[in-house]
């Protein structure tokens, strides 16, 4: 199954869900930034990243239950100079709020999606490489109100399956987001 029916798939899995559901009067579009830190086997070849990410959640029910996509990409610089890996994809996510207190929302995530990892290199353009492959993603986010917006920091872990040349590595990444969250009322 190629990446394209992965991802048409995973939208239309998430329209279905949405449809099925007792839609509140809430989505939110959200955007945010965060550092990247290469873990397991990637982390023995790439440096502190960055990544950008812009999506949507829709609240479902009343019960704390969220559905929404996102889109990222980012780049880590390599240990060898001139090489870096530039990652980008969707990821359609979960999340359940698990507790609020002192106005602060505490919420699970958990996500499917696809991952491109493409290798750069500046010194052997001939070495350049590209994986791709689904992702699975966890994490926990805590947010605020700020007037009419909310403010999010998180944590997520991201696994991205698939070869990259003759290697098999899994493309193994820690993200520390920060973000602002707007509501968009649906009636």
Known sequence: MGIRSIWAHAVLTLFAAVAACDVSAQATVFAGGAATVPVSDFGTIADLGYLGFLGGTVEVGSAGLAVGAAGFFGS????????????????????????????????????????????????????????????????????????RVRVFASGLYTHGLGALGTSSYPTDIITLNGGVAVPLGID
């Open 76 to 147: 880590n610089q390599h240990k060898i100079a001139g090489e870096r890996s530039d990652l980008y994809g969707m990821t359609v996510m979960v999340g359940y709020t698990v507790a609020e207190a002192y106005e602060v929302r505490f919420r699970t995530w958990g996500g499917l999606g696809g991952m491109v990892h493409a290798r750069r290199s500046d010194t052997f353009p001939g070495l350049d490489a590209s994986k791709r492959g689904l992702s699975v993603s966890v994490g926990a986010e805590a947010s605020r109100a700020a007037g």
